[in-house]
């Protein structure tokens, strides 16, 4: 062999480029399945190393490979766009997004501080830069801002109101009614306090003097307390001051004590020794009514939406004002007139809102979520703009309590300090969420001790409001259950409700022959359509209108041979039933009576039709072809009863119009009932064979799907008048109870003397014997299925379904084992073992017993039965036990096989008793009977 050149070596050839790209190839195979076979981590030391030994082209290599393949994503975009592009997005931003974009980085703060972004936000509310700045100056007009926004003198509605007044403040009343004002509220205050000066003379004065004053009981002639307040005021000994002076010294001392009364109130200094002028005169008489009315009560909202808020309305402390409102359908307009229409003109100290919320917002009535985006929507905002008018002001003592969690987070607190500003009023919360329903309520509040005690104990009584708190957490859990149970069928139910809505309003606005008119339209206009596109016409309308007119005037031509063959008794008949008038006379109230039954009769008849139409017709169409929907057997099963019904009635349909067109006073329809009497048979093989139908139809749609959506596709349809197949077959039994309504009105509207009123006699007992069959039937249907849910529920339970059996009476009690039998029976100790429940059928007694157990994290427990026993009535034997000491309400059960001491409560023992011994007389009795 030749020998090659090698370099670092022997296995590399550097002459030979075959065996050199073979080779190479042959190691990339072997590193890449070793590369496979390594760990994440292997993978990432040895892509490092590879890296760390590449020189910087191979570097930019790999640099340029990774951008095409991994193209980055996030992007600053204001590196790529050009400046004026990124400064046209920013001014978009408000003053405080602005600031939040200048501490992304030096860059986006360059750019969110230029003049051209803040000068039109200062303009807009009138704010001018005082000065030009500079070439290389920027964010002057950011700084200037910012100075015009710290330094803004902002006012509280409520003092801006003090200040300034309000638009809707009333006039100024004259000098006189002034005066009279404060005389009158002077004089109230005099009388006042003399009746207290009464009292104190009396309680002072000798046990042995009289109740008027003497010269001889005084030395100086008047009561010591009075003498020395004259002396004090007039420096009088001895003589009686005129009464003018009296007076006036009064009025001098109560007009400093008024003011001091409403200095304390309203928080405004009042000087004593200053004379009181006409307008202080006002201010003080106003200030002293208004401190009057605004202490006068608290007031409270209660929402519907709170759970349990009747318990809630119960708990309210006598002399609180309550509104209840409805969550659903109270707007916030309605909302404050109820609140003044409670207040009845006078201002509350403090007003409460209980509604459902989070930390974040309150709901306080539906499509209102006060929040801090939508507090400044118009109808939100003159909501709390009126509330804080029925509000009584900070400086004395008013408060809003809003019994939502708003303090625990920082969303809540910035609503709260906005609705502060907003109100002028101090509002209070809770501030933490505690475990529970409506548990924050008794959490820590925003309230200083020194305003009284806790806001919840200002409108609730602390014991009710605490077993309220614990019965929400109940329902909560309750209704929570309710819902999920309930949705599905509230979904289905609407659906129902609304198809049925929508096929109502169509049948009220077309009638039937419309919709069959429309039909026949929608088919012709499709026949035209096809023969259009059949051939190449040059004017595709023209054919069409001529193809339309051929139809129209075959359609006259057949209609009018149509009504040259109907007997005019029909058409007469026709007009007669849309005509016809209700009258007082006999004769024509059974014949309204009579076409009532006609017409009624024909609605039937069109709804069984429905049935055969609709789903017969094309289940038995589809047997002929190679996709049948259900065999032969199962349409037989379903629909072969239902078809004979129709054959029926459309016989007696038949024969009752033919009576109808030949009506006269004296024209009998009894006969024809006793007819169709006789021919029930029919309806009472369907009414057998009712329960297997539904179960043959409900076992098809579960275990044929392309029934299931055969039935999909045509229940609840135009067609069917939005019903179902199953609501289809309701018809029958409801039709019995029609024909027994028609019966008695036409008996009723018959004279004695009419030769149809035995007929009719012997056709109403007949219906009312087979509608009394009917009700047995659904009787059995019921008890029976009582009695299968029964057996479902008890595990290892016997077969309970037979003939004749029924339930009675379901009871608990708690099964009992006697200590010692030698004790005599007035001492005798018993014991609870289990719990057991008693099942009262006709002829016999089963007893379960029933254990109850609980699953992690749910409130409600799960009751078991497991089949312990069952008892014929004939064998069983029943003691009753005397209360005693040690046992109550105590009775024996004995059978054949077991014997039972068994205990209830105190209201069930006699009636269950009663109806035991009854079971077990008849029992008695039928088995007496049988042998």
């Known amino acids: 062999m030749e020998t090659l050149q090698m370099r670092f070596s022997t296995w590399t050839p550097i002459e030979n480029k075959s065996l050199n790209d073979q080779l190479f190839q042959e190691r990339v195979r072997l590193i890449s399945h070793w590369f496979d076979l390594w760990t994440d981590k292997q993978r990432k030391q040895f892509l490092h190393r590879i890296l760390n030994k590449c020189n910087k082209s191979q570097l930019m290599f790999a640099e340029k490979w990774i951008v095409e393949n991994i193209p980055v994503m996030k992007i600053d975009f204001t590196t790529l766009l050009p400046r004026f592009l990124s400064l046209y997005i920013l001014s978009f931003l408000n003053p405080k997004d602005l600031c939040a974009a200048a501490q992304v980085n030096w860059h986006w703060k360059f750019l969110s501080e230029q003049d051209c972004l803040w000068m039109p936000k200062c303009i807009k509310f009138g704010w001018f830069l005082p000065y030009v700045p500079g070439t290389n100056e920027y964010s002057a007009w950011k700084q200037y801002y910012i100075a015009c926004a710290t330094n803004l003198g902002y ?38 306090r003399l009746a207290l000066h009464k009292q104190e003379v009396l309680k002072s004065r000798p046990p042995w003097s009289s109740g008027k004053w003497s010269t001889r009981s005084y030395k100086s002639g008047f009561p ?12 009088l000994s001895g003589t009686m ?15 400093k004590q008024i003011s001091e009364e409403n200095k304390s109130l309203s928080g405004v200094s009042w000087e004593a020794e200053k004379p009181l002028g006409l307008t202080s005169l006002k201010r003080l008489s106003k200030r002293y009514t208004n401190a009057e009315h605004s202490l006068r009560a608290h007031l409270v909202l209660i929402s519907s939406n709170v759970s349990a808020f009747e318990m809630l309305v119960d708990s309210v402390k006598p002399g609180v004002v309550s509104v209840v409102y409805d969550h659903s359908s109270t707007t916030l307009e309605s909302l404050v007139y109820y609140i003044e229409k409670a207040l009845d003109g006078h201002m509350a100290k403090t007003v409460g809102i209980i509604c459902d919320g989070d930390s974040r917002g309150i709901n306080l009535v539906q499509g209102y979520r006060i929040c801090t985006e939508t507090l400044l929507k118009s109808e939100v905002r003159q909501f709390w703009e009126k509330l804080r008018h029925c509000v009584s002001s900070q400086d004395e003592g008013g408060y809003i309590d809003i019994f939502v969690h708003l303090a625990a987070s920082e969303p809540g607190l910035e609503l709260l300090s906005k609705l502060s500003q907003l109100t002028g009023t101090f509002l209070r919360t809770p501030i933490g969420i505690a475990s529970g329903s409506y548990q924050h309520i008794l959490s820590e509040w925003l309230w200083n001790q020194k305003d009284g005690p806790a806001p919840p104990l200002l409108y609730f009584t602390d014991v009710k409001l605490q077993l309220w708190l614990k019965c929400t957490e109940f329902l909560e859990e ?11 069928h509230f979904c289905d139910l609407q659906k129902k409700v609304a198809g049925k809505i929508l096929g109502q309003l169509m049948f009220d606005s077309m009638s039937w022959s419309e919709v069959q008119d429309n039909k026949i339209i929608a088919q012709v206009l499709v026949d035209g359509l096809v023969e259009l596109s059949r051939g190449n016409h040059q004017n595709p309308l023209e054919f069409l209108s001529n193809f339309l007119m051929n139809k129209c005037n075959k359609s006259e031509e057949s209609r009018n041979q149509d009504l040259l063959t109907k007997n005019n008794s029909e058409s007469t008949f026709g007009r007669s039933v849309k005509s016809g008038k209700l009258h007082e006379d006999v004769i024509e109230n059974r014949e309204r009576f009579a076409r009532e039954l006609l017409l009624s009769e024909q609605s039937y008849v069109r709804t069984l039709e429905m049935v055969r139409n609709v789903y017969v017709k094309p289940l038995k169409a589809a047997l002929t072809t190679n996709q049948a929907i259900l065999s032969s057997i199962s349409i037989q099963v379903i629909f072969t009863d239902i078809l004979n019904i129709l054959q029926l009635n459309r016989w007696f349909l038949d024969v009752l119009t033919k009576r109808l067109n030949e009506w006269s006073p004296s024209q009998n329809l009894g006969d024809l009932f006793i007819k169709f009497g006789e021919q029930l048979q029919t309806y009472t093989n369907f009414f057998n064979n009712y329960s297997v139908i539904l179960k043959a139809i409900d076992k098809c749609r579960e275990t044929i799907p392309v029934f299931r959506a055969f039935l999909k596709r045509h229940d609840r349809t135009v067609v069917t008048a939005m019903r179902s197949l199953q609501e289809l077959l309701l018809c029958p039994s409801k039709r019995i109870e029609e024909y027994t309504t028609l019966l008695y009105a036409l008996r009723l509207h018959s004279s004695a003397e009419h030769g149809d009123q035995e007929d009719l006699t012997t056709a109403v007992k007949q219906m009312e014997q087979y509608k009394d069959y009917l009700d047995q039937i659904r009787h059995n249907v019921s008890r029976e299925d009582q009695i299968r849910s029964i057996q479902r529920h008890i595990q290892e339970c016997p077969p309970l379904l037979k003939a004749n059996r029924y339930l009675i009476r379901i009871q608990d009690v708690a099964q009992l084992e006697c200590c010692c039998e030698r004790i005599s029976t007035p001492f005798r100790l018993y014991e609870h073992t289990h719990d057991l429940r008693l099942f009262l059928f006709n002829n016999i007694l089963l007893i379960s017993r029933r254990s109850i157990s609980y699953k992690p994290f749910e409130r409600i427990a799960n009751t078991a039965h497991h089949f312990f026993a069952a008892i014929a009535l004939h064998r069983l034997f029943v003691e009753d036990i005397p209360n005693t000491k040690y046992v109550k309400n105590a009775f024996l059960l004995q059978g054949p096989k077991c014997e039972l001491i068994c205990s209830t409560e105190e209201d069930d023992k006699f009636p269950w008793l009663t109806d035991l011994q009854r079971a077990i007389n008849c029992s008695t009795e039928d088995n007496v009977n049988c042998s």
């Open 155 to 192: 006012l509280t509605p409520r003092k801006a109101a003090e200040l300034y007044g309000l638009h809707n403040e009333p006039e100024t009343k004259n000098e006189e009614e002034e005066e009279k004002i404060y005389e009158k509220c002077l004089r109230k205050v005099i009388r006042k």
């Open 241 to 255: 001051i005129p009464l003018k002076k009296r007076i006036s010294s009064f009025q001098n001392k109560f007009t």
């Open 224 to 235: 010591p307390n009075l003498s020395k307040t004259i002396n004090e005021q007039a420096s």
């Open 478 to 488: 309750a209704l929570k259950a309710a819902r999920e149970t309930l949705r599905p």
